[in-house]
């Protein structure tokens, strides 16, 4: 669709209305066959089209937990249904930073924590989980927006309008039309910005004529009735899709309403909503976008109009929100990962894969090894597994049933079908299963950094953080009953350790209880919970708890992070799981003799390696610590007699481990220093005639400034144990006495 001369289409804001990235992390089962997956219900259509309690409380759960530009990742990571509220009891935060309701802590000090609420960042703006007001104020004015349209434009059908992580979007169809005098058709009507501006200006009327929101019962055949009678084909569908009665429907407006501009307006919907239009914030709404995007997201349908909308409590709140929103868009991860040449999706190889240049790829690298250490270090054991694997695999693990939608097709081996894998928990289970295991070999800790292959449809798919195909930090722990709270405390302490590596100490935890459609027994499900809290309150952790919001096969705790510019991601997830080691009937041979099942844990740190990149260059903005910096250091030869002393220089470092670069020297000094700067390089060092001489190097860092001179042990000393240490230079040289050398800041 073209808005402002831009041809703009897209299906779903990867962002607000998708699904939470939680499906990277392990997905595993969805919930039954009968459940709607979080994904299937996100793909459909959200919000106002529902009509269960239930369902409502899903979809809240579902928007909440993804933030714009951010990962929201519901608490479900294997695409299953929340049964429970999401609103659920949050216990009170102990080092909670903040006033709001956020459930947030951070593992540094209390007095730390203290000086950072002083940055603007750190002050929170509220989520439609933590606050009912918020989610009703979004979710009625995206009907008031819907009656605005239609005020405004008479042909427009309606379609969804669900409230999403900062505000709300109303999908829109708009028919041709034919000119009543005359009989010619009128193409359809592109909404523009001056149209946003009109429809603003509409709700503005609405809001301020202070009209009451009634909600009416009905039976199914007298909503089919009256959707008919104002011919919405579409309210049609979503009012077949709608499995239970009664059908609610909320007006606005009332038979006695006479100011307002006239009649009342209704929609198909479940609520929940403010009771009169004047409580809604005027000044705190603002419509944003303009968007393409297909009905029920099929490519085979109607192409509607989407309006983004965001809404806050009050006009400070939406302040807060656009200047996060600038922030947010200086960092994106898709243009600094171009910038700095990180990474690219290749339209020639398809949407969705990702190719790892080779500075992306040092990152990685520099990210796995440190993994692979930790995780050793912690008594894990590294593994591999293949990426194809036969179907009855995926039969048994229960995949092909109930999580197809989420692989790709199969393929023919010499009359064999096989699948590529979507996860990798089923390998680890014929790994188990491949021997007799005895109660004295248990825990099993099985790390494997298992690339995995899911489908996503395109319109989905975004930069690094939805993508097809991607590496899982993936583990899976076989323990005995008595052995799971120790374990959960490892994997607890052990994702702190890992997190923290990379700048982020201050999470958010929430802890998943039984649902009412689980498997296992009362006793395991008793003892498996017990053991989570047990967990985090040896940890003494701070954490919210999701009553019936675990997974069908286990209960779990998520883990989201926050990153520099306030926004929340999940990441982490630990969930036990009573139904694999079932369904491929895993035993261990206990103290008595008898054939027992172990419990599994499926656990990720970091959920996607891919995404979690792309987090990290956002948190960072390209910045990357010293240890991470794909060139750590920079040296810039001011003549051609220094430059086989500065390749010297990069070979000592590169036998250190170090990565050092030589600037080629084609350019002037100045240019040189600004490519430096421009690719984020942490440390330069301009070399002249008297560094060789003196076998020194004058080192600048691009953050503190200039450090001085050092000789080049010296400096190659300090570089290493800082990339050891994961620490950013600071020493200020001594050397040499007479230091005059010429330096970045000399230019
Ligand atoms: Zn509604
Ligand atoms: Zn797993």
Not at 156 to 166: E, F, L, R, S
Not at 578 to 606: K, Q, W
Request: glycine fraction near 8%.
């Amino acid at each position: 669709m073209k808005i402002g001369g831009s041809i703009v289409i897209i299906m779903a804001t990867i962002l607000s209305t998708s699904t939470s990235w939680c499906r990277s992390a392990l997905a595993f089962l969805p919930a039954s066959p009968s459940s709607t997956s979080v994904s299937s219900v996100s793909r459909r259509s959200l919000g106002s089209i529902t009509n269960s309690a239930n369902n409502a409380r899903r979809m809240a759960a579902i928007s909440s937990h993804s933030t714009l530009l951010g990962s929201g990742s519901s608490s479900s990571i294997n695409g299953h249904s929340r049964s429970g509220s999401a609103m659920a009891a949050i216990k009170p935060a102990r080092f909670s930073i903040n006033t709001s309701s956020s459930r947030l802590f951070s593992t540094a000090t209390e007095e730390e924590t203290a000086t950072t609420t002083e940055s603007p960042t750190e002050i929170e703006l509220p989520t439609n989980d933590s606050d009912l007001t918020l989610l009703k104020i979004r979710h009625t004015s995206a009907h008031v927006m819907a009656m605005a349209v239609q005020r405004l434009y008479p042909e427009a059908q309606v379609t969804i309008g669900p409230w999403i992580a900062n505000g709300f979007y109303y999908d829109f169809y708009f028919p041709t039309t034919t000119n009543s005098t005359t009989g010619e058709v009128i193409p359809s009507r592109k909404l523009n910005e001056d149209d946003l501006k009109a429809i603003k200006k509409a709700m503005d009327k609405i809001i301020s004529a202070d009209l009451p929101i009634v909600r009416e019962e009905v039976t199914r055949e007298e909503a089919r009735r009256r959707i008919e009678l104002i011919n919405e084909p579409f309210k049609l569908e979503i009012l077949d899709s709608i499995q239970s009665e009664p059908i609610t429907i909320y007006s606005i407006g009332d038979d006695t309403t006479t100011s307002g501009g006239g009649e009342k307006w209704w929609d198909l919907c479940a609520g929940p909503h403010v009771e009169r239009t004047s409580q809604l914030p005027k000044k705190a709404i603002a419509l944003e976008s303009v968007a393409g995007a297909y009905w029920r997201g099929d490519e085979s349908r109607e192409m509607l109009q989407r309006i983004y909308a965001t809404a806050w409590k009050d006009v400070n709140q939406l302040k807060l929100y656009k200047k996060r929103m600038e922030e947010a868009k200086k960092r994106d991860h898709r243009i600094l990962g171009k910038k700095l040449d990180l990474f690219s999706i290749q339209e020639d190889a398809g949407g969705g894969l990702v190719f790892w240049h080779p500075k992306g790829s040092t990152i990685r690298r520099k990210i796995e090894d440190f993994w692979k250490t930790q995780h050793l270090e912690q008594n894990y054991d590294i593994v591999y597994t293949p990426h194809i694997a036969n179907l009855d695999l995926w039969k048994t693990s229960g995949h092909y049933d109930f999580y197809r939608e989420g692989m790709f097709d199969q393929m023919d081996v010499e009359n064999e079908i096989y699948q590529i894998k979507p996860m990798n928990c089923p390998f680890h289970c014929l790994m188990f299963k491949d021997d007799i295991r005895s109660y004295r070999d248990l825990p099993f800790r099985w790390g494997e950094l298992g690339t995995v292959y899911r489908y996503e449809r395109s319109g989905t798919l975004h930069g690094l953080m939805r993508v097809r195909g991607f590496t899982q930090d993936d583990a899976h722990i076989f323990c005995l009953p008595e052995q799971l709270q120790d374990e959960i405390v490892g994997v607890l302490k052990l994702t702190q350790s890992i997190l923290s590596r990379f700048g982020f100490d201050k999470y958010e935890l929430m802890l998943s209880t039984r649902p009412s459609k689980s498997v296992g027994s009362d006793e395991i499900w008793d003892a498996a919970t017990k053991a989570l809290v047990g967990a985090l309150d040896e940890l003494g952790w701070t954490y919210g708890v999701d009553e019936g919001g675990g997974a069908f096969y286990g209960p779990k705790i998520d883990l989201k992070i926050k990153d520099a510019i306030g926004r929340t991601w999940q990441c982490s997830t630990v969930q036990c799981d009573f139904n694999l080691p079932e369904r491929f009937d895993l035993e261990y041979v206990s103290a008595e003799g008898t054939r027992e099942r172990p419990i599994m844990v499926h656990r990720a740190i970091f959920g996607s390696i891919e995404r979690f990149f792309g987090i990290l260059i956002e948190n960072c903005a390209g910045d990357f610590p010293f240890w991470l910096a794909p060139v750590q250091m920079k040296l810039l030869p001011v003549t051609d007699a220094v430059f086989d002393y500065c390749k010297d220089v990069a070979a000592k470092a590169a036998l250190l481990g170090l990565r050092v670069e030589v600037d080629r020297g084609n350019e002037r000094l100045a240019k040189q220093i600004r490519n430096a700067e421009q690719g984020r390089i942490p440390i330069m060092s301009v070399v002249g005639m008297k560094e060789l001489e003196e076998g020194t190097l004058a080192v600048r860092s691009r953050k503190l400034g200039d450090l001085g001179s050092f000789t080049v042990d010296d400096l190659l000393a300090e570089l290493k144990r800082c990339d050891v240490a994961a620490e950013e230079m600071t020493m200020i040289g001594t050397l040499p006495e007479n230091n005059e050398g010429e330096t970045a800041s000399s230019e």
